[in-house]
């Protein structure tokens, strides 16, 4: 029996949490815990391999649990071991001879495990039942739908192009070449691309839409899987190539988080003090890398050392025009820096994170609003007016990263107080202990 989380995360403490306002400048050195995006690609990729793998490092939170508890669904052995990490055991993950459908996934909020395991479900043989949180059935899936359709899938949504449906599972997938718009997500390519070895015949994919966002996403999925022995050729912008092979069994080290890590990182600006993440990667396909860059466009200094990232306040927070198509997932924490720079700021190639956990353009626009704030809503953006702001309830949304940036928005601003803290275990349940642990 395996001693793992049965059930999603729970570290974070649910309810309304006074976000502090330290008095000092932050001087901090902040672990966080093991990417999102890595762990649960990761773990599909053990999932469908041609052994077992270990992956050390790997993040214990609510999105990797439902990742967990899916794959075991599909018969997949997934059990923990002791490791070296702070925030939980190494997980050993052992595929099975072939997936077992007559059973229910139950993605919660987490879009990887939505898009990420539908494809694995149609290579099972039985029913499978893929439904999610009621604040998660307004995710994107037609397009995945579509696609899954176009390979060989058995799917019945009752016409509403959405979660719930059921995959009706024959044991594999035919493949072949697929067109799909990914303007509204890049896991809809992730997805079919970290499934397609295993499909008859491989998969050609091409991606026909207005914009393809988070491109640095794809491009961990591709690597991910050259690390495992498959080859993705890449003949143009929008099309992808994966020959049907194995899968192979790899111990892997998953990265930290280092979208987790903007908070903290944004903590040294506000407070006119130095933050200092380790284990920062010299090179990463995620968009939290990009911090590095962002952050002194901003007025910050970076500098690393030792295999750590150190940001430390400038002499002014400087208001941008920036582009954040590649790494919108920064937008939460990015525009609660903008809230207290010196000049207005634009933040545009974002207009798809509508449909994350929640509508985050609208929901930091409306927060902002609501402590005395100017923003407004752009149709692929946001804009932001500085000007004083005073406490008042900072809106969760159930989204981890409008959570967080209520936290960055109390740094400077006495009487914030954050709706449900609880929320940030979707990808990070330490929050409030890490967070406490670096104001102390």
């Given at each position: 029996?395996?001693?793992?989380?049965?059930?999603?995360?729970?570290?974070?403490?649910?309810?309304?949490?006074?976000?502090p306002t330290p008095t000092e400048p932050v001087h901090a050195r902040v672990s966080v815990p093991g990417s999102k995006s890595l762990t649960n690609r990761e773990l599909v990729l053990a999932a469908i391999a041609d052994g077992p793998s270990l992956l050390t490092g790997a993040l214990h939170s609510d999105d990797s649990v439902r990742m967990i508890e899916a794959l075991r669904t599909l018969g997949?052995?997934?059990?923990?071991?002791?490791?070296?990490?702070?925030?939980?055991?190494?997980?050993?993950?052992?595929?099975?001879?072939?997936?077992?459908?007559?059973?229910?996934?139950?993605?919660?909020?987490?879009?990887?495990?939505?898009?990420?395991?539908?494809?694995?479900?149609?290579?099972?043989?039985?029913?499978?039942?893929?439904?999610?949180?009621p604040t998660a059935m307004h995710r994107p899936m037609g397009a995945m739908i579509q696609a899954l359709r176009e390979v060989g899938a058995d799917i019945d949504d009752a016409g509403s192009w959405a979660l719930p449906f059921d995959i009706r599972g024959h044991g594999h997938l035919r493949g072949g070449e697929v067109t799909v718009d990914a303007s509204q997500s890049s896991q809809f390519v992730?997805?079919?691309?970290?499934?397609?070895?295993?499909?008859?015949?491989?998969?050609?994919?091409?991606?026909?839409?207005?914009?393809?966002?988070?491109?640095?996403?794809?491009?961990?999925?591709?690597?991910?899987?050259?690390?495992?022995?498959?080859?993705?050729?890449?003949?143009?912008?929008?099309?992808?190539?994966?020959?049907?092979?194995?899968?192979?069994?790899?111990?892997?080290?998953?990265?930290?988080?280092?979208?987790?890590?903007?908070?903290?990182?944004?903590?040294?600006?506000?407070?006119?003090?130095?933050?200092?993440?380790?284990?920062?990667?010299?090179?990463?396909?995620?968009?939290?890398?990009?911090?590095?860059?962002?952050?002194?466009?901003?007025?910050?200094?970076?500098?690393?050392?030792?295999?750590?990232?150190?940001?430390?306040?400038?002499?002014?927070?400087?208001?941008?025009?920036?582009?954040?198509?590649?790494?919108?997932?920064?937008?939460?924490?990015?525009?609660?820096?903008?809230?207290?720079?010196?000049?207005?700021?634009?933040?545009?190639?974002?207009?798809?994170?509508?449909?994350?956990?929640?509508?985050?353009?609208?929901?930091?626009?409306?927060?902002?609003?609501?402590?005395?704030?100017?923003?407004?809503?752009?149709?692929?953006?946001?804009?932001?007016?500085?000007?004083?702001?005073?406490?008042?309830?900072?809106?969760?949304?159930?989204?981890?990263?409008?959570?967080?940036?209520?936290?960055?928005?109390?740094?400077?601003?006495?009487?914030?107080?954050?709706?449900?803290?609880?929320?940030?275990?979707?990808?990070?349940?330490?929050?409030?202990?890490?967070?406490?642990?670096?104001?102390?």
């Open positions: 029996m395996s001693d793992a989380p049965s059930s999603p995360a729970t570290t974070a403490a649910s309810g309304s949490w006074p976000a997949v052995s997934i059990e923990p071991v002791p490791g070296d990490s702070p925030f939980g055991p190494d997980l050993d993950v052992t595929p099975p001879a072939r997936f077992t459908g007559g059973t229910t996934i139950d993605c919660g909020q987490a879009g990887t495990v939505m898009r990420f395991v539908s494809p694995i479900a149609g290579l099972a043989v039985g029913d499978v039942h893929v439904t999610a949180h992730s997805g079919l691309l970290l499934a397609a070895a295993r499909f008859d015949v491989g998969l050609r994919l091409i991606h026909d839409g207005e914009r393809l966002p988070s491109l640095p996403h794809i491009e961990m999925t591709v690597e991910a899987l050259a690390r495992r022995g498959v080859h993705v050729e890449h003949p143009s912008p929008n099309e992808w190539v994966v020959p049907a092979g194995p899968v192979r069994g790899k111990d892997v080290a998953i990265e930290p988080d280092l979208s987790n890590a903007a908070p903290f990182l944004a903590a040294a600006i506000l407070t006119d003090g130095s933050v200092t993440v380790p284990g920062w990667p010299a090179h990463s396909t995620q968009p939290g890398a990009l911090l590095a860059d962002i952050l002194p466009v901003m007025g910050a200094h970076a500098s690393r050392r030792a295999g750590a990232l150190t940001i430390t306040a400038g002499d002014r927070i400087a208001g941008v025009d920036l582009d954040l198509s590649a790494a919108s997932e920064l937008t939460p924490t990015l525009f609660a820096l903008a809230a207290f720079a010196d000049a207005p700021t634009t933040f545009h190639g974002i207009g798809h994170i509508r449909g994350h956990e929640t509508d985050r353009i609208s929901a930091l626009v409306d927060n902002l609003r609501a402590l005395g704030g100017d923003a407004e809503e752009r149709e692929d953006g946001i804009h932001i007016r500085p000007r004083p702001l005073h406490g008042g309830t900072w809106r969760a949304h159930h989204d981890h990263r409008i959570a967080t940036a209520g936290a960055v928005i109390g740094l400077r601003v006495p009487g914030v107080m954050v709706d449900d803290i609880g929320t940030t275990a979707k990808t990070m349940p330490e929050f409030p202990r890490l967070w406490a642990d670096m104001l102390a």
